[in-house]
């Protein structure tokens, strides 16, 4: 049997406005094996990147359980959890977020800057990454002077510079037109074939037609599997 | 890390130029005037002292007519032709605690040697004078009671004076004309400069006091009495003890003095006093623009942190933890200021040599104020990052990418 890089139990998120209790996350049980490469669909509003958020450690949950690659992160503190992002997990999201003063090489290299040691070959493995993402030419650009396919290409590589065990993806090709979409996911197929556990959200099922298997998120529940 | 933290800070920066320029400015300032302020009130207590123990101990300057002292310098308001040497034995015999007394008439004249003239200051005083000014012969001797009493013409020359006559033969024995009368010329007093009462020691000519005031000048008053008091505590007591007397003797009656008993300490401690309140304006100078600085250093770090939210929840979301993003902005501020401290120091140092060589001191390397200046342009960076730091470490990553 594989891996399970992701498994949470009855996972709840609330926010309280007011006196007023709102559940967006209502009993997740999700689990997500070495490998997979899972696509969480999903009306506006169900709840997708707010899963994201507590499954990719930038949030925490309302209560319920999530094991992280082994490790229970669900009562973790603020910097604990920031050492497992740096360590085990790698971001991609629908607006790119790059350091908008900062050349390409510069921002695939953030990961290694909060890493305990950071590695001696950094540099190389950051233009690796790029070179892999077809950048290798394009360094020294700021992100303001690439294009918005090419600015997801240097914020993949940034994502997986660090070798994650999970790569999380929020609508990555939400601001692409479909040609740099096309890109972009035979970009993820290609990583997901090599072996790395993809978590991807997205409104476009043809784009969630990339993942190996989908989910539906409705109401914080998921729906339906398929 | 530190490197790439203190790089990472540099990038940051240098991608705002123009705000980072401006918010340093205030650093910029505070601390050149601090160096200023350091290097000004050393070089200023410097020349003070210099000048205090060179003057003479215990010296109370009684001058004919009205002087006032300004900013330590005696101005001559009134003159008056009514104080005589009488005066001063007066004084030695009747105000209980004078030490020494020493009358002197001083005017300038032309003095010629062969073809070489010049003009200078020649005055007219006793034996005593090299005692009280603490001012001594540094070739040849001083002229003596015999030759002061015989209205001898003789001369002794200041150090200037000797240089500009003689060039650098030796002038003791040789034949000077005061005024074309012949003077032998005994002595060559050591080098003093300027001294406490703004004259230049070095630029003078001195002879007997009766030879100055039969022979050179015609007159049958003095310009001044110096006189030493036996104490420092004493000093007030003689000051008013001579002006009592001078008083009787000159029978003045509900009118004004006709002479001035100016205290060279009080006249010193002025001095000084003008100097560090130029220096407590520099200070203030200093503080203000710290204080600017260190506001504009926050601003502009507040700012920075508010546009900069993205930023923060993407390193955040990379592995970076809240101190993690304290220290960058603390580091940021840090070098902001810094930067901006040693411009200043630079600034200073420069303007520091500027000061000296216009008050012509010793120019000293403010090495002391550029210490202080480095240390307190890190301190403003550290204070002023200190809260645009904190905050920026508390904005959750969600929040930052929410947006
Ligand atoms: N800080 C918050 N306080 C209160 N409600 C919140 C907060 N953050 C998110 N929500 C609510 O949680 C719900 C789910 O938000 P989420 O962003 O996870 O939706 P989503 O599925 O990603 O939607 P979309 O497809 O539009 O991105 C929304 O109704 C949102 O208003
Ligand atoms: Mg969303």
């Known amino acids: 049997m594989a891996r399970k890089i992701i498994e949470t139990v009855d996972l709840w998120k609330e926010y309280s406005l007011g006196d007023q209790v709102i559940p967006v996350l209502r009993g997740i049980n999700l689990v997500v094996e070495e490998g997979e490469f899972l696509a969480i669909m999903g009306p506006s509003g169900a709840g997708k990147s707010t899963l994201m958020h507590i499954l990719g450690c930038l949030d925490v949950p309302t209560r319920g359980k999530y094991i992280l690659d082994g490790e229970d992160v669900s009562l973790m503190n603020d910097t604990h959890l920031s050492q497992v992002r740096n360590r085990k997990l790698g971001f991609v999201f629908q607006a790119f977020y790059l350091v908008p003063w900062a050349t390409a090489l510069e921002n695939v290299m953030l990961p290694f800057l909060y890493a305990d040691r950071s590695p001696k070959d950094a540099r190389e493995r950051a233009v690796q990454a790029l070179t892999r993402m077809g950048m290798g030419d394009r360094l020294k650009h700021k992100p303001s002077e690439l294009s918005g396919g090419q600015q997801q290409r240097v914020a993949i590589a940034r994502a997986i510079v660090n070798d994650p065990s999970l790569l999380l993806a929020d609508e990555p090709t939400g601001n692409l037109d479909s040609a740099s979409s096309r890109e972009v996911m035979e970009i993820f197929q290609e990583m997901n074939g090599e072996g790395r556990t993809i978590v991807l959200i997205t409104h476009d099922r043809e784009v969630a037609a990339y993942a190996s298997r989908r989910i539906m998120l409705k109401d914080g529940l998921i729906m339906e599997e398929g | ?403």
């Open chain 2, 1 to 403: 890390m530190m490197v790439a933290l203190v790089r990472t800070a540099l990038g940051a920066l240098l991608a705002q130029k123009r705000r980072s320029l401006l918010a340093t400015t205030g650093v910029v300032i505070g601390v050149c005037a601090l160096m200023v302020m350091i290097s000004v009130g050393e070089g200023a207590k410097r020349k003070v002292l210099k000048e205090f123990e060179s003057m003479g101990r215990n010296l109370v300057v009684v001058s004919a007519g009205k002087v006032s002292i300004r900013g330590g310098r005696m101005i001559q308001r009134e003159t008056a032709t009514t104080l005589t040497q009488d005066d001063a034995w007066a004084m030695r015999e009747g105000v209980p605690d004078v030490a020494v007394v020493a009358p002197v008439y001083d005017g300038f004249a032309m003095v010629e040697r062969g073809r070489v003239v010049v003009r200078t200051r020649i005055t007219g005083t006793t034996p005593r004078y090299t005692g009280i000014r603490n001012f001594y012969p540094s070739l040849g001797r001083f002229f003596t009671w015999e030759e002061l009493k015989g209205r001898m013409r003789v001369a002794v020359l200041g150090y200037q004076v000797a240089q500009r006559l003689f060039g650098s033969l030796n002038p003791v024995g040789q034949e000077i004309r005061v005024r074309r009368i012949p003077f032998k010329v005994v002595g060559v007093m050591e080098p003093k400069g300027v001294d406490a009462s703004g004259e230049d020691q070095d630029d003078q000519i001195i002879i007997p006091i009766t030879t100055a005031t039969i022979r050179v000048f015609h007159v049958t008053y003095v310009k001044a009495i110096l006189v030493e008091a036996r104490t420092e505590e004493a000093i007030p007591r003689v000051a008013q003890g001579i002006a009592l007397l001078l008083r009787k003797r000159h029978r003045i009656e509900g009118r004004a003095d006709d002479f001035t008993v100016s205290p060279m300490e009080e006249v010193m401690k002025q001095k000084a006093q003008a100097a560090s309140i130029f220096a407590v304006l520099v200070a203030a100078v200093a503080a203000i623009s710290l204080v600017v600085g260190a506001i504009g250093v926050l601003a502009v770090m507040l700012l920075s942190v508010r546009e900069r939210i993205q930023e923060i929840g993407i390193r955040r979301a990379v592995g970076a933890t809240g101190g993690a993003v304290l220290f960058q902005f603390l580091v940021e501020s840090l070098v902001l200021s810094v930067a901006g401290g040693g411009v200043g120091v630079f600034l200073g140092v420069f303007f520091s040599l500027v000061i000296a060589l216009l008050a012509r001191w010793q120019p000293v390397l403010p090495f002391k104020g550029a210490a202080v200046g480095v240390v307190v342009s890190m301190i403003t960076g550290i204070l002023s990052g200190l809260y645009p730091a904190y905050k920026a470490s508390r904005i959750h990553p969600i929040q930052a990418l929410r947006l």
